[in-house]
Nanobody, 117 residues
Framework: QVQLVESGGGLVQTGGSLRLSCAASGSIFRLNNMGWYRQAPGNQREFVAFITSGGTTNYADSVGGRFTISRENAKRTLYLHMNNLKPEDTAVYYC???????????WGQGTQVTVSS
C-alpha cells in the first residue's frame, strides 16, 4: 500500500508562486513514475507533469516553462514548483504514483490552488 498526502495549496494572486508537496509513505520502493494532475470545476482531471525514478520529466504545454516537478527520494517527497501563476491554473491538484511492477496508480486527496486575477 502507498499513501500520498499533498500540501502547499492556497490562494495566490496572478503572477505569484506556490510550491506543492506530496509526501509518500508505505511501499514506495515500488514506485516508478510520479506525477501531478489537476481538476478544475466542471472539467476532467488533466495531466500537469510527471517525473520518472531516473529524473526524466515531462510537462503539459499549458504549464511548460512555469512549473517544475522534482522529487526527493530520501524524503519520499514529490514537489511541484509553480511560478507565474494564472487564473486558469485554479484547480484541485492531485499527486499520482505508479507502481513499477503492476502499473497500478495511487492518488492523493488533492490540494486546492486558487489564483485570483
Amino acid at each position: 500500500q502507498v499513501q500520498l498526502v499533498e500540501s502547499g495549496g492556497g490562494l495566490v494572486q496572478t503572477g505569484g508562486s506556490l510550491r506543492l508537496s506530496c509526501a509518500a509513505s508505505g511501499s514506495i520502493f515500488r514506485l516508478n513514475n510520479m506525477g501531478w494532475y489537476r481538476q478544475a470545476p466542471g472539467n476532467q482531471r488533466e495531466f500537469v507533469a510527471f517525473i520518472t525514478s531516473g529524473g526524466t520529466t515531462n510537462y503539459a504545454d499549458s504549464v511548460g516553462g512555469r512549473f517544475t516537478i522534482s522529487r526527493e527520494n530520501a524524503k519520499r517527497t514529490l514537489y511541484l514548483h509553480m511560478n507565474n501563476l494564472k487564473p486558469e491554473d485554479t484547480a484541485v491538484y492531485y499527486c499520482k504514483a505508479v507502481v513499477s511492477s503492476t502499473g497500478y496508480n495511487y492518488w492523493g486527496q488533492g490540494t486546492q490552488v486558487t489564483v485570483s486575477s
